[in-house]
């Protein structure tokens, strides 16, 4: 009896140490899992993830590559209504918790696509140069910060917070400073991008667009 009531004691505390450390370590998505959900998402988003800059509306953003956390935290602010597009809400509404954190694994799994050349897109030369510098240096006499200094070295992103913006469509950046203008994406955490935003004149935005659409989306070998 005695021995008895010790095991059970000894099993009701590793097994609320085992509760502990499974909710600590964020769970890890399955990218086969995902694959299948991921098949809804081909029409606009593409099968290999690379989304596609429409001129004349509106722009799918590339997935690829991009990280799984930040992915599933964007797919979850879709479903609150935290951030809002007409487009993606009733696809995120479809996805379970479960199928959130696969299908954000397997968009994270794939390859990095590039955006378009300048030349394809015939940006001029001097918008080209203003958007360098302001994802570079930034404009100090405006208060905008460096996109470089949150977004990594070379825009190419850092950590699950900071998404890579380097070769991201020109219409889906441009569209999405806007939307933290007009209030209509408030997920960012404190405020980080909509504060810069507001800070932007219709010609940064199209430039720092413009500019990072042409960037290379990974470090050159
Ligand atoms: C009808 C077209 C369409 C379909 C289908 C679609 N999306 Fe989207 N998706 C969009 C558009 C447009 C945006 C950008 C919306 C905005 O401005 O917020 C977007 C944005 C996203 C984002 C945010 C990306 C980022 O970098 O912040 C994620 C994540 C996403 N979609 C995942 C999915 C997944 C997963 C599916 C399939 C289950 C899916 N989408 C299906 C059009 C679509
Ligand atoms: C102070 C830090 C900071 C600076 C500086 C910054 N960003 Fe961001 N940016 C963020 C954070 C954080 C997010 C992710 C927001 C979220 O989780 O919804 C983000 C997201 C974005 C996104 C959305 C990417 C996607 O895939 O949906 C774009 C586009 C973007 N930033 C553009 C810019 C540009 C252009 C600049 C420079 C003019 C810039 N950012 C400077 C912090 C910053």
Not at 41 to 61: K, V
Not at 91 to 96: H, S, W
Not at 143 to 171: E, M, R
Not at 187 to 214: C, F, G, H, K, Y
């Amino acid at each position: 009896m005695q021995k008895n009531h010790v095991w059970g004691a000894g099993t009701a505390v590793c097994l609320s140490l085992l509760s502990l450390t499974v909710l600590a370590a964020p769970r890890a998505g399955d990218p086969e899992q995902g694959k299948a959900a991921a098949a809804l998402c081909a029409t606009c988003h593409q099968a290999d993830g690379s989304g596609l800059n429409n001129p004349a509306g509106e722009s799918w953003p590339r997935l690829a590559g991009l990280e799984a956390d930040y992915l599933a935290s964007q797919l979850h602010a879709y479903k609150t209504g935290a951030r809002r597009n007409p487009s993606m809400e009733a696809f995120a509404q479809m996805l379970d918790d479960e199928q959130i954190l696969h299908v954000s694994a397997w968009f994270a799994s794939l390859p990095a696509t590039d955006g378009q050349s300048a030349e394809d897109q015939g940006h001029s030369a001097v918008l080209l140069k203003r958007g360098e510098q302001l994802a570079t240096e930034g404009d100090w006499e405006n208060y905008v910060v460096a996109c470089s200094s949150c977004h990594g070295p070379d825009n190419l992103g850092a950590g699950t917070v900071f998404p890579a913006i380097a070769g991201q469509h020109f219409g889906y950046i441009r569209d999405q400073l806007l939307a933290w203008q007009k209030g209509t994406r408030e997920n960012d955490p404190q405020r980080l991008m909509a504060t810069i935003a507001e800070r932007m004149s219709s010609n940064d935005i199209n430039a720092v667009a413009a500019w990072l659409s042409t960037q290379p989306v990974a470090v050159e070998q």
